[in-house]
């Protein structure tokens, strides 16, 4: 219903829904517009503030957009009221607004280079560090996308910290590849190899477990604890496999 149009929210509070004949050919429209390459008639100021948006994600807010496309608030919020006016976005909130459809957000992300993509993910991060510092889920993912891997490694540390203390293991795991690509220390990358071992552990996806769960034990060769720690973590993992006899050989000796 969102992405359709059909469902949007009430100034004061709730949601409506929207008839049929008024939502779906809203969704056409777009469509129409991507198909046929009507997107380049768009001026450059609206054209502008949406890439900005299609970095940023399927939904976007209005001061960050304004941001990353070099532009004050009210001609970002001029150049994105036209945008809806050609059913491209619309606006759930006062001062955000979402695509109608995936197809609108993929054409801008795809008609733009790779360079403007990591420079835009770039000044994406740079707003919403200045926003909400505390947004480490955003942070790191726009930064790892803008290539500054190193930037995003506190970030990534903290969002898989968090994400483990949620249960929310896949982005626990895409947190930690984001940290591998940035994890220049033996010991953070350690750990991080051993995380995603674990979380990989948990989705049954035993192959890949292992092999992290290997890296991790080879770091870990002049320390006893973490050993042990690793050790426990591969029996459990070769039992889940039904492995008994393994699992009771990696015991051994702990």
Known sequence: LLESGALRSQRGGGWATISS???????????????????????????????????????????HAAAIAKLEVVAAHEALAIAEQRDLVWSPSEDSYAFVHDLVREALLSEMTPDDVRRRHRDAADAIRTSDPTSVFDLAYHLDAAGAHELALPYALESVRLAYERHAVDLAEQNC???????????????VHEMLGTLLMLRGEYPAAKEHLAIAA?????????????????????????????????????
Do not use: Y
């Open 21 to 63: 004949h008024s939502a779906v050919p809203q969704v056409d429209r777009a469509a129409a517009l991507v198909s046929s390459g009507r997107l380049h008639l768009l001026s450059t100021v609206t054209r502008d503030a949406l890439c900005a948006g299609a970095v940023l994600g399927r939904q976007f807010t209005l001061q």
């Open 177 to 191: 590849v984001i940290a591998l690509r940035g994890a220049s220390d033996a010991v953070v990358t350690r750990d």
């Open 218 to 254: 080879t770091s870990a060769d002049d320390q006893a604890d973490i050993q042990r720690r690793i050790r426990r973590k591969q029996a459990e993992l070769a039992m889940r496999e039904g492995d008994l006899a393994l699992a009771g050989e990696t015991l051994e000796g702990l």
